[in-house]
């Protein structure tokens, strides 16, 4: 950094300016969100989310420019503003900027789950359904089912070409309290092809096919199997049309064995 005679630090100075200037921001994207600016009648000025967003570009700038003077604070400051965003995408796509260790324990926290998560996507995307059932007995993921089941709401987190995934909470004995959709979205709702994936103590259930209004609707092939994915397991399969989440007509079952079927 260039230092003046008189001991002057641009550099320094600004960063002193940034991040307060990145706090405030945030801060008023937050009371935004609960309408705190309101006009002389009482009436909201302008609508919340427009305020909040813009409050948020702000506060990512900031961020930003702290980031090109090498603060490390900028990266648990623009994981907080994505996440406010809900631009989960955004923060995956920060894998391998920084060094984890500068982040606070609770955004190191969410930014380990984030991309466990993608991770877990690429593996839904090439359809490696041995790796997906091993992915789904790991302490990541039993994180993410308490997060579910605590709150009893799923979580999704939605691509910006539509592609996502979802963490739903279920009442299966057999497959869990935590199922996962891995497939198109389409205003928050499942919707197209997707996958339907359960996992408890080596029971496994797989089904793919087609997806409207959230519920399995149209062709859909299931899978169950039991124990790890090896030649002389049981599996069942079962193939043909389902109608909101139930098999409609005629449908195809299969028994495998090795390789046998």
Request: hydrophobic share 35%.
């Amino acid at each position: 950094p260039v230092v003046t005679e008189d001991g002057f630090d641009p550099e320094k100075a600004k960063k002193k300016f940034l991040l307060p200037q990145a706090v405030v921001m945030i801060v008023l994207a937050a009371l935004a969100s609960f309408g705190a600016f309101v006009d002389e009648s009482g009436s909201i000025a302008v609508t919340n989310t427009e305020k909040k967003a813009a409050y948020l570009d702000q506060a990512q700038d900031a961020f930003r420019q702290l980031e090109e003077l090498d603060d490390d604070r900028a990266y648990s400051g623009l994981i907080l503003v994505y996440r406010l965003k809900e631009d989960w995408e955004k923060i995956m796509d920060m894998e391998g900027e920084f060094d984890e260790e500068a982040l606070d324990e609770e955004t190191r926290l969410l930014y380990k789950n984030m991309l466990w998560i993608k991770a877990f996507i690429e593996l839904c995307e090439k359809d490696n359904v041995e790796m997906i059932f091993e992915n789904m007995q790991t302490e990541e993921f039993k994180k993410i089912q308490d997060m579910v089941l605590e709150n009893q709401v799923p979580i999704c987190i939605i691509r910006n070409d539509g592609t996502g995934i979802g963490f739903y909470p279920v009442n299966s004995e057999k497959y869990g309290s935590c199922i996962v959709y891995y497939g198109i979205y389409e205003n928050g709702k499942r919707q197209g092809n997707g996958v339907w994936i359960g996992y408890k103590d080596g029971n496994n259930y797989y089904a793919k096919g087609q997806w409207s209004d959230d519920y399995p609707n149209g062709y859909q092939t299931v899978q169950e199997w039991y124990g790890e994915l090896a030649e002389d397991v049981n599996k069942r399969i079962i193939s043909g049309n389902v109608q909101q989440g139930l098999w409609n007509g005629a449908v195809d079952w299969s028994f495998e064995k090795g390789s046998v079927t």
